[in-house]
């Protein structure tokens, strides 16, 4: 990130340390991919919690987001600036909404989220070209974290992930 971007942002700021993935968005490559890794402490305490809450919550995380991601992103004075990474956090989060925990289902959940947030398939892509600010920040990761969800419930229904 350039000095003048980095001027612009502070993780003293809370809307920005959210947005920045408590940091994690400012690692030097894949950003996207340490937001995600940011995720996996919250979705281990939230998944003590009854599936309705772990929800609840993502939900709240979401709504949040849009509020978040676009705060930061107009202090920056840039769109969906990759250091931005409350969207990974979210969608990763939604993604195991009801998913037993195991090493096997978070690295899958972890892999298909990413593979659904790099490669944006349709309708992922169009979200991200056509809506903008905080909610159009947000709205592509939590439909990569509902397609993760979707295949999620799939492979468990078919007993192929313990």
Same mark, same amino acid.
């Given at each position: 990130?350039? =000095?003048?971007?980095?001027?612009?942002?502070?993780?003293?700021?809370?809307?920005?340390?959210?947005?920045?993935?408590?940091?994690?968005?400012?690692?030097?490559?894949?950003?996207? =991919?340490?937001?995600?890794?940011?995720?996996?402490?919250?979705?281990?305490?939230?998944?003590?919690?009854?599936?309705?809450?772990?929800?609840?919550?993502?939900?709240?995380?979401?709504?949040?987001?849009?509020?978040?991601?676009?705060?930061?992103?107009?202090?920056?004075?840039?769109?969906?600036?990759?250091?931005?990474?409350?969207?990974?956090?979210?969608?990763?989060?939604?993604?195991?909404?009801?998913?037993?925990?195991?090493?096997? =289902?978070?690295?899958?959940?972890?892999?298909?989220?990413?593979?659904?947030?790099?490669?944006?398939?349709?309708?992922?892509?169009?979200?991200?070209?056509?809506?903008?600010?905080?909610?159009?920040?947000?709205?592509?990761?939590?439909?990569?974290?509902?397609? =993760?969800?979707?295949?999620?419930?799939?492979?468990?229904?078919?007993?192929?992930?313990?």
């Amino acid at each position: 990130m350039d =000095t003048l971007l980095r001027s612009r942002i502070s993780l003293k700021n809370p809307w920005h340390f959210l947005a920045l993935g408590f940091g994690s968005g400012l690692a030097p490559v894949a950003p996207g =991919t340490f937001g995600t890794l940011a995720a996996i402490p919250f979705v281990l305490v939230f998944a003590l919690l009854p599936d309705t809450w772990f929800a609840a919550l993502a939900v709240f995380f979401a709504l949040a987001g849009f509020y978040i991601c676009g705060r930061t992103a107009r202090d920056m004075r840039v769109h969906d600036h990759s250091s931005i990474v409350w969207d990974e956090v979210v969608g990763y989060m939604i993604g195991m909404i009801a998913v037993p925990l195991s090493f096997n =289902t978070i690295v899958t959940a972890f892999v298909l989220f990413r593979f659904f947030d790099i490669v944006k398939p349709w309708p992922i892509s169009y979200l991200d070209k056509h809506i903008h600010g905080g909610v159009g920040i947000m709205a592509d990761d939590i439909l990569a974290g509902v397609f =993760t969800f979707i295949c999620m419930q799939v492979l468990l229904y078919l007993q192929w992930l313990n």
